[in-house]
C-alpha cells in the first residue's frame, strides 16, 4: 500500500572550536586520562566559547545539514529541535534557530526529553510527515551541557560536552515495505519515577535558578542496557526487521561500555556500530545526528543502509528509531 515516509535527503553537524582533552581536565578536576577512558571510552570533548550559545550550534549544524541536501532553508516548513539546554526558559530556541536561517514561514518548537531528546524529536517530525502536516522537516540536536556542569563533581563534569546535529526528513511515497527508504518504525518510552536519577536541581516553578546536572551514575547504568535493547528489539520487530538486516546502529554516545553491553544484548556486531564518544563526549539530545552525521560524511553510512538508533536519558525517557538511510 503506497505510504508516505519520512526520508533524510540531507545531514550535518557544528562542533564548537575549543577541544578538551581528559589531560587538560585533570589539571583542574581530580581526575585522570586513565580513568575518564576506562570507565567512559571520553578522551576529548568540545566546549562552546563564551558567548556563544545552543543556537548557535544549531544554526550552524542546521545550515550545513541544507547545504548537504542542496535545498535552502524556505523549503523547510518545521524545526524540531531537542534540547535541554535553550538559550532562554522561552521563547523555544528553535524559533531563534527559524529566525538565524532567515526563514520566514513554516513553525518550529523544541523537545525536551534530554539525552532520548533526538529520538523524541525524529519519532514527532516523522508524525507530522506522515499525517500530512508538514512536508521538508529539519530535525536538531543541540546542546551546551558544559554550562549545566557542577565543576566539583568529578563524577559527572567529564563525562559531557557541547554540540549539535542536524537531519533533514523530507516526505516521499514508498510502497509500505520494510525496504522502504526513510523512517520504518519509532519506539519511546519513559517513566517519570526515576526523576532522582539523573536531573539539573534548579528549574523556573522550583527554585527560579537554572541549576546543575545530578546524577546517580551506577543506577542509570543499571537501567540503560536492558532498556536500549528493549526498545531497540521493539522498533525492529515494529519495521519488520531483525539485527541482521541492520547495517549501522548509531546509539547515544553516552558511555562506550553501554554502547558495547547495548550492541552485544541486540546482537549486533561492534564493526556495525558507529562511535564519536571518544571525540565528542556526551552531547544528549546531540549525540545521535551529530554522529549520523560523522558518520556519513566518513563515508561509513550510504543510501539504503538499514539504521537503528536509541537512546536513553533523563526522566528516565528512552527510546529507539529503525529507518533507511
Ligand atoms: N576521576 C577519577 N575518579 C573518579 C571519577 C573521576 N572523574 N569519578 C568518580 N571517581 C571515583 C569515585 O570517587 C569512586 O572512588 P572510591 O571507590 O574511592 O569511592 C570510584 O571512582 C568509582 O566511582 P563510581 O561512581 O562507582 O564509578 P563507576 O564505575 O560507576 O563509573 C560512571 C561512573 C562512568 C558515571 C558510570 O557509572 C556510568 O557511566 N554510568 C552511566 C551514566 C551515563 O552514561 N549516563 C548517561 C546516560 S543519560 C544521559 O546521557 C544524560
Excluded at 186 to 209: A, E, F, I, M, P
Excluded at 233 to 257: C, F, Y
Excluded at 273 to 298: R, Y
Aim: contains cysteine.
Amino acid at each position: 500500500m503506497p505510504t508516505i515516509r519520512a526520508v533524510p535527503i540531507g545531514v550535518g553537524h557544528f562542533l564548537p572550536e575549543r577541544i578538551v582533552t581528559n589531560n587538560e581536565l585533570a589539571k583542574t578536576v581530580d581526575t585522570s586520562d586513565e580513568w575518564i577512558k576506562t570507565r567512559t571510552g571520553i578522551e576529548r570533548r568540545h566546549f562552546a566559547a563564551e558567548g556563544e550559545f545552543t543556537s548557535d550550534l544549531a544554526i550552524k549544524a542546521a545550515k550545513n545539514a541544507l547545504k548537504n541536501a542542496k535545498i535552502s532553508a524556505n523549503e523547510i516548513d518545521t524545526i524540531v529541535l531537542a534540547t535541554s539546554t535553550p538559550d532562554q526558559t522561552f521563547p523555544s530556541t528553535a524559533t531563534k534557530v527559524q529566525a538565524g536561517l532567515g526563514m520566514t514561514s513554516g513553525f518550529a518548537f523544541d523537545i525536551q526529553a534530554v539525552c532520548a531528546g533526538f529520538a523524541y524529536a525524529l519519532t514527532t517530525a516523522n508524525s507530522l510527515i506522515v499525517s500530512g502536516q508538514s512536508k521538508k522537516v529539519i530535525v536538531i540536536g543541540a546542546e551546551t551541557f558544559s554550562r549545566i556542569m557542577d565543576w566539583n563533581d568529578r563524577t559527572t563534569c567529564v563525562l559531557f560536552g557541547d554540540g549539535a546535529g542536524a537531519i533533514i526528513l523530507e516526505a516521499q511515497k514508498f510502497e509500505g515495505t520494510s525496504k522502504d527508504r526513510g523512517i520504518l518504525a519509532c519506539d519511546l518510552s519513559s517513566d517519570g519515577k526515576y526523576n532522582d536519577l539523573l536531573y539539573v536541581d534548579g528549574g523556573v516553578s522550583t527554585t527560579q535558578t537554572t541549576g546543575v546536572l545530578r546524577m546517580q551514575g551506577q543506577e542509570v547504568f543499571k537501567h540503560a542496557v536492558g532498556k536500549l535493547a528493549e526498545s531497540g528489539e521493539n522498533a525492529m520487530s515494529k519495521a519488520g526487521v531483525t539485527s541482521e538486516d541492520v547495517d549501522w546502529i548509531v546509539p547515544h554516545q553516552a558511555n562506550l561500555r553501554i554502547i558495547k553491553s547495548t550492541a552485544k544484548k541486540m546482537s549486533v556486531p561492534m564493526e556495525k556500530v558507529v562511535l564519536t564518544v571518544q571525540d565528542h563526549g556526551n552531547t544528549s539530545a546531540a549525540s545521535i545526528p551529530l554522529a549520523l552525521s560523522v558518520a556519513v560524511e566518513k563515508g561509513q553510512i550510504v543510501k539504503n543502509n538499514l539504521i537503528l538508533t536509541e537512546a536513553i536519558g533523563g526522566g528516565l525517557a528512552w527510546g529507539a528509531v529503525v529507518f533507511r538511510w
